[in-house]
């Protein structure tokens, strides 16, 4: 079992930043795949943001590519997510995930956090 247990969360205006952190454990964090999923209200889960068991690969949603940044410290076995210029219709859940391969899609994801809430504000 992994367990991700989500951070960082909080209202922020338009046009902020904030920083989401995943610490997770249970097993060696480095023999995963991690990723971030969000949900809206009303709406799917939906792809964020992966990366590799390394850290030298990443792979965003179109919707957040060049404003999101995802990194990894396997020492501290810690995910983070930086997200830069938020726009109010990234407000939703946000979802640690890891798997055994690459997250991109919700079929690849063997464990998920609880999720934290991050509302932007227009």
């Known amino acids: 079992q992994v367990q991700l247990v989500e951070s960082g969360g909080g209202l922020v205006q338009a046009g902020g930043s904030l920083r989401l952190s995943c610490a997770a454990s249970g097993r060696t964090f480095s023999n995963y795949a991690m990723g971030w999923f969000r949900q809206a209200p009303g709406k799917e889960r939906e792809f964020v943001a992966a990366i590799t068991k390394s850290g030298n690969s990443a792979y965003y949603a179109d919707s957040v590519k060049g404003r999101f940044t995802i990194t990894r410290d396997n020492a501290k076995s810690t995910l983070h997510l930086l997200m830069n210029s938020l726009k109010p219709e990234d407000t939703a859940l946000y979802y640690c995930?890891?798997?055994?391969?690459?997250?991109?899609?919700?079929?690849?994801?063997?464990?998920w956090g609880q999720g934290t809430q991050v509302t932007v504000s227009s």
């Open positions: 995930a890891a798997g055994l391969s690459i997250v991109v899609h919700i079929s690849t994801v063997g464990y």
